[in-house]
């Protein structure tokens, strides 16, 4: 039996939500939102390009690592159905597996990290992307991930390992807020053989930071196995993701696959084929960032009916009983519902603070639970101050006899709400309590009720969907100075508890607010308002434990800073070995909680100020007020001022009871080119601002537009060095000195006609330069360095500790001298290993970059005129090389350099290009930051060389060669990006 154990609590923690910063500049995130349309499911997908990254590894070339069998296949069976199902775009699906034969899709470590770069790179707002995994993940020592590339090794986790935070951290940099992530691997492998995973002395994992717009998609929960399936010669979990996919997700047949389909789809099948024919347990997870707006669209139904899934044969049939999915509403209307609520204001303990609406978000409940949750009132047991019965008071003897007697009332299929609203503590030794009336703060040990008891209740407990909700912690005791504890500390004492989902009302170090404008708890009111109704995002009837998370979570935490100046971030735990989602109440129009906030005026004062010390105020800046109610949503002006000389502004607006308590008001910022957005979490509470940006006079430098001189050129070089905070030159670990090439626009491809040429230089076979028409503009919009020269023979050999020049014709051998004879495949290597040596992304420049860098400013056919008698002074060419017998290419730097500090860009060697060459491409070339066509037989190679005539030597002249071809002398230069451009 092959299997893929994987551990769920690790992954959740992994992809933890956190906050986000206050502001943002322009063009990130926030700037972005600013023009994204609310969008159905259908026109989200067709929208924006689709974008799918998969990657599969079977092979490991460390011996300590098992090698696995169907990764591979699932990759190529996933593409498969993106293509020809899905409406995907070969030319955007990136395959990198074991089976591809260019090196640079191997799945080595550092393709993974800039082939996805790369991509993602292209992706824009309202695109989608996905990306999937198959093979192995280990944890280190410190509980960190790591998804295993080809190369990694076990003893060099840390430099050879792909860490899940830094793939996610990718992720949460693209463009688009649709993104998938769907792993099909796991952490230990149990010592079963085939299994795709490690197994390690890993502890438990770490939190990340922010995650946004991004769904993940696990193959199994944790202690169950993922199974592979050798009849399929496909993963269990891949074979029905892209059956789902291909078409049988839709279950609405309005011919888009969702994110709730295929999740729902996936829990139909893959648990019931894994009992009936393996056995075994397993139940596919998804994790939804709490930022995660509606559904996802995944995939548009083709027509066809060509079927990529193997077929079934005699081993694979199912002949035991059907087993439902446990959908939301399957789960929901499947058994009995009972809720156990206990709300307490007042303490005995003179240390305790008493509380104002801890009873009142009892009976709200308990109105809810009824009203629209389908909960019978005689299976709700209510434990409040308010009760005339001795036994239904929150004391301690009655919490634990009640709640005991209560729960032992639930059955197998049943569900069980426990709520409680009131105080908690934790002792010196971490043991939660819940505090009845009568606890003593200082005596927790006999007064407090153990969250160890109520865990132990919700563990013997028959039901199956069990759901802890805390609105607890609202204050520390009056004089004690230990911190207060938090509802997340108290929730965290129930993580082990069988089938549970707890939701906890505030974080670690923050208190649950009481909303004295509702006269309820601050999160029981919105928890109460969604279980209502508005909580159901997918309009689907059913309000489920994501929803009522995502709700819970957006509006506690607006309305938290914005009414009440706090901070309180709702938290939801999920037990280790729950599946799927839990169905919390079906939606009824009537009866929803209604705000009853009046619209109110308010005035904004800000002053803008920069850190700049000198020049702190900034004048004649304007100040734009927005509002938008989601993130998707486009916002709207409410009012708009101009800065004056002391850099203030007031902004008066009426705001209506919506926007005071939903959504996000905001701030923009704009100077000249410069603009900065702030969210004013807090506003209209507060009503004055002190905007620090950085520097908005010092502007984004423009691009450099051609023609222009030197000292224009070098102006620039060094105004886009201070921007970016780096240098114009630079030296890198091998001695390579690369510099800085701002943006610019230039005419690209021949301003002289073939006649032309054939006239000028008397050459009869002009007619080969078809190749550099049209001439047409073109833009380079970031800026990059580049080698100053070819990449020498010496830094070659420091890298690759090769010398496939040597015993060849023409060359003459020294650390100086053009490493040449090396084929473009040959330089991906060369690229890979200087890429882990340096930890940066080396590349080889486009054929734009090429020109443009050589082009310097210039539109002749040289960048130093077109006086060909003047090539002698800067380059190697047939006249002064082969012409006087040196029939070789010769040191670099020897000859003037260019107006941007570049040697031997016309002479030399010619030079490789990262783009596939075609002859016509200049036809339909984009005008913006054009990369070549997207396939071809041949790549790009640019410059003239120590043999070639004049003519040959021009800056527009381009030819191809095959890229495993290394029997020419042909060399290369680098390029890199700036961190701050990728």
């Known amino acids: 039996m092959l299997v893929r154990l994987l551990q769920l609590s690790l992954i959740i923690q992994v992809f933890t ?13 926030e700037k972005k939102a600013l023009v994204v349309e609310k969008l159905s499911p259908a026109d989200r997908f067709d929208n924006g390009d689709k974008w799918a990254i998969l990657i599969g590894v079977n092979k490991y070339s460390d011996p300590q690592i098992s090698s696995l069998k169907y990764c591979v296949s ?8 993106l293509e020809k199902k899905c409406g995907y775009d070969k030319g955007h699906i990136l395959v990198i597996s074991d089976d591809q034969q260019t090196p640079k899709n191997k799945p080595l470590l550092v393709n993974l990290k800039t082939q996805i770069r790369s991509l993602i790179s292209k992706v824009k707002r309202g695109d989608t992307v996905l990306l999937y995994f198959a093979g192995h993940s280990v944890l280190d020592n410190r509980g960190h991930l790591y998804l295993v590339p080809n190369n990694c090794r076990l003893d060099q986790l840390a430099t050879s390992g792909f860490a899940l935070k830094e793939l996610t951290e990718i992720l949460n940099d693209c463009a688009t807020p649709q993104k998938i992530l769907i792993l099909d691997s796991c952490q230990s492998n149990q010592g079963k053989t085939g299994a795709r995973g490690i197994k390690t002395g890993g502890s438990t994992g770490r939190n990340m930071h922010k995650r946004s717009g991004l769904i993940t998609f696990l193959s199994c929960s944790k202690n169950e196995v993922s199974m592979e399936w050798p009849e399929k010669k496909q993963g269990l979990f891949t074979y029905f993701l892209a059956e789902g996919l291909g078409g049988a997700a839709d279950k609405n047949q309005d011919g888009i696959i969702d994110s709730n389909e295929i999740y729902d789809y996936l829990l139909q099948k893959v648990p019931s084929v894994a009992s009936k024919i393996f056995g075994v347990k397993q139940t596919p997870v998804r994790i939804m960032s709490p930022d995660v707006e509606g559904v996802y669209s995944l995939a548009r139904v083709s027509n066809s009916t060509e079927s990529f899934l193997p077929s079934n044969t005699a081993n694979d049939r199912i002949s035991s009983p059907h087993i439902e999915p446990l959908s939301p509403l399957a789960r929901f209307d499947q058994g009995e519902k009972w809720a156990v609520l206990i709300g307490v204001n007042e303490y005995l303990d003179e240390s305790i603070n008493n509380l104002k609406y801890c009873v009142s978000d009892a009976r709200l409940m308990e109105k809810i639970l009824v009203e629209n949750c389908g909960y019978k009132k005689d299976h709700i047991l209510v434990i409040a101050d308010d009760q005339q019965r001795t036994h239904l008071r929150p004391l301690l003897t009655n919490l634990k006899v009640q709640i005991q007697n209560w729960l032992s009332n639930a059955k197998k299929g049943d569900t069980v709400l426990v709520f409680f609203s009131g105080h908690g503590f934790l002792d010196d030794e971490l043991q939660g309590y819940l505090a009845p009336s009568n606890c003593q703060r200082k005596n927790l040990a006999f007064w407090g009720f153990r969250t160890d008891d109520l865990r132990n209740s919700l563990r013997v407990c028959e039901a199956t969907q069990k759901i802890m909700i805390l609105d607890c912690c609202h204050s520390g005791g009056k004089g004690d100075n230990d911190s207060p504890t938090s509802s997340e500390e108290v929730a965290a004492t129930f993580k082990h508890a069988e089938g549970l989902i707890t939701l906890a009302s505030s974080r670690k170090k923050q208190q649950s607010q009481e909303w004295d404008r509702m006269k309820q708890g601050l999160f029981t009111y919105y928890l109460a308002e969604g279980l209502g109704g508005r909580a159901d995002k997918d309009k689907n009837g059913i309000v489920d434990s994501d929803e009522i998370y995502n709700y819970t979570y957006k509006n506690v935490r607006l309305t938290a800073r914005r009414e009440l100046n706090k901070s309180q971030d709702p938290v939801r735990i999920i037990g280790e070995d729950v599946g799927g989602l839990f169905g919390l109440s079906r939606v009824s129009v009537s009866n929803r909680p209604q705000m009853e906030l009046d619209n109110i005026n308010a005035l904004l004062q800000v002053t803008v100020k920069t850190e700049d010390t000198s020049r702190p105020l900034v004048a004649n800046a304007t100040v734009e007020l927005l509002y938008r109610s989601t993130r998707e949503d486009q916002p709207v002006s409410l009012a708009r001022g101009t800065t004056n000389v002391d850099g203030n502004v007031r902004l008066k607006v009426r705001l209506t009871a919506e926007q005071q308590i939903r959504g996000d008001l905001l701030a923009l910022v704009k100077k000249g080119e410069s603009s900065l957005l702030w969210k004013l979490t807090g506003f209209p509470r507060q009503s004055k601002w002190e905007l620090t940006v950085p520097n908005m006079v010092e502007e984004k430098p423009s691009l450099l537009i051609a023609p222009f001189s030197k000292q224009e050129a070098n102006a620039k070089q060094a105004a886009w060095a201070k921007y970016l905070k780096t240098e114009v030159t630079i030296t890198n670990s091998i001695g390579m000195k690369l510099t800085l090439i701002p943006p610019g626009e230039f005419m690209m491809g021949s301003s002289l006609s073939v006649e032309a040429i054939a006239k000028q230089f008397n050459y009869s076979e002009a007619k080969y330069f078809d190749n550099e028409y049209p001439e047409h503009r073109v833009q380079i919009s970031k800026p990059y360095y580049l080698g100053t020269t070819e990449v020498t023979q010496g830094q070659w050999k420091s890298v690759m500790g090769t010398t496939p020049w040597k015993g060849k014709r023409h060359v003459k051998e020294g650390d100086e001298y053009p490493a040449s004879f090396v084929s473009w495949d040959m330089i991906q290597e060369f690229i890979q290993r200087l890429n882990q040596k340096e930890s940066m992304v080396y590349r080889l420049p486009t054929e734009a970059e090429w020109e443009h860098s050589c082009r310097a400013g210039s539109q002749t056919i040289y960048h130093f005129g077109k006086d060909s008698k003047l090539l002698n002074e800067y380059e190697w060419s047939g006249g002064n090389a082969m012409g006087a017998g040196e029939d ?13 500090g570049l040697y031997d860009m016309h002479g030399n060697v010619p030079e490789w290009c990262q783009d596939w060459y075609k002859e016509e491409y200049y036809r339909i070339s984009p005008p913006s930051n054009p990369t070549g066509p997207l396939s071809g037989l041949e790549r790009v190679t640019r410059g003239g060389s120590w043999m070639n005539p004049e003519v040959y030597c021009r800056g527009t002249v381009r030819t191809g060669i095959d890229p495993s ?18």
């Open 888 to 900: 070789y290419a010769h040191q670099v730097a020897q000859k003037k350099a260019n107006q941007f």
């Open 17 to 29: 939500w956190c906050l986000s910063s206050p502001c943002v500049w322009a063009g990130d995130q």
């Open 965 to 982: 071809d290394s029997s020419f002398y042909v060399g290369f230069r680098l390029a890199l990006s700036p961190v701050d451009t990728e």
């Open 74 to 81: 699932d990759v190529r069976l996933l593409e498969k159905v």
